[in-house]
């Protein structure tokens, strides 16, 4: 699926539908106080959760020579951030390829010093230079990025997959590759998040290759959405920065006024709505059932099950329980102010808990630490 920079900006606008307003404790009800806390509880659950490992993945940039400097280092900041915290998915002497070109003669050029270093990458560049091509010749979008996790072109691919029994995923790399094709996106205080996200990508794909096949890309896009969110998200930008606390104008329901119906994304693998609506439903996920639930979900889903039986199997409960959820929440976060009540209400500080060797961050009005943990001096 090709990105449009204007389908991701959109997920990650800081532009806000509504002023926001102060609210005390004494106005919020039981169902506000429920609420408020799950983008926290996603916030904390996503920062603290790891798949450790020695392993030391290197980042080599391929860039045209008159990129963006900043950007090229926000970017391999944020691809950086991803594969250090789950380096566990990754094998020894890996090495991520970030592909930075602002010209169709750079990406060609690009792609194949990446194939001479991982010769399976060339499963992958038909696609990868026809997204080139769209941006620098046809001029579709000014940005696009992409990564190596799936989408190759040869027999069996999933752009070759008929829905019947058999799937061939794409080879896999030694490492993998990461593509930025076109001029640098106009806010560079997103950009390390899109660094994030796309590695988060490869992570995703390298703890399961079916996981990006058998799934809706509102389940893909929004678990990898929220993590990249939550990873650049400092106490002091809560408000004025991308974040899981500052959503974008597109998280609207389809239907005005009406309860969002989430099971219409079930097959729907492009458009804004992935990103947007499945940031805001994968953020109540991470805050009721924790990060290690959602990627042991990941790691499974799957060929030949439907991901709705492993879906119940993981969480407890159907995707048509947790539809009802959803709608329950986006009603309560559009309809009855529940974005500004978590803006009003909450002026948030982050403690450092420890036990023995192990440190988790706890954020919140009142931040405490877990049982068994105390805050670090």
């Known amino acids: ?226 993590i990249s969110l939550a990873k650049v998200t400092k106490n002091g930008n809560l408000t004025n920065n991308p974040s899981l606390l500052q959503p974008a104008p597109k998280w609207v329901p389809l239907e005005d006024k009406k309860q969002f119906d989430l099971s219409k994304l079930d097959n729907q693998n492009s458009g804004d709505e992935s990103f947007s609506i499945g940031t805001l439903a994968i953020t109540l996920l991470f805050s009721e059932f924790g990060a290690k639930k959602v990627f042991d979900f990941m790691s499974v889903v799957g060929f030949p099950r439907q991901w709705k039986d492993v879906f119940l199997e993981s969480f407890g409960y159907s995707a048509e329980d947790f539809y009802k959820k959803f709608a329950d929440y986006h009603a309560w976060y559009f309809y009855e102010n529940g974005f500004n009540k978590i803006q009003g209400t909450y002026s948030s500080k982050t403690i450092s808990c420890i036990k023995g060797k192990t440190t988790k961050k706890v954020s919140g009005t009142n931040p405490k630490c877990p049982k068994g943990y105390k805050v670090k001096a």
């Open 1 to 226: 699926m090709k990105k449009k920079v204007i389908a991701y900006l959109s997920a990650i606008s800081i532009s806000i539908l509504m002023n926001p307003v102060s609210s005390t404790a004494a106005e919020l009800s039981e169902r506000d106080k429920k609420y408020i806390q799950v983008p926290f509880r996603a916030w904390n659950e996503i920062i603290n959760y790891k798949i450790p490992s020695d392993n030391k993945v290197q980042i080599q940039i391929h860039a045209s020579k008159n990129f963006d400097e900043k950007a090229k280092l926000l970017f391999a900041k944020g691809v950086q951030s991803s594969v250090d915290q789950f380096a566990g998915v990754f094998n020894p002497g890996d090495t991520i390829h970030l592909i930075l070109a602002t010209n169709y003669d750079d990406a060609i050029k690009f792609t194949d010093e990446v194939i001479a270093e991982l010769p399976e990458y060339a499963e992958y560049k038909t696609r990868h230079l026809n997204v080139a091509k769209n941006n620098f010749i046809s001029q579709v979008s000014s940005f696009a990025g992409g990564t190596s996790s799936r989408g190759c072109l040869y027999p069996g691919s999933q752009l070759g997959d008929k829905g019947g029994s058999q799937l061939t995923t794409c080879p896999e790399l030694k490492g993998g590759a990461i593509y930025w094709f076109g001029s640098q996106p106009p806010n560079l205080e997103i950009v390390e998040s899109i660094g994030n996200h796309e590695a988060m990508h490869l992570v995703f794909s390298n703890l399961n290759k079916m996981n990006h096949y058998r799934v809706p890309d509102w389940i893909i896009e929004g678990t990898i959405h929220s």
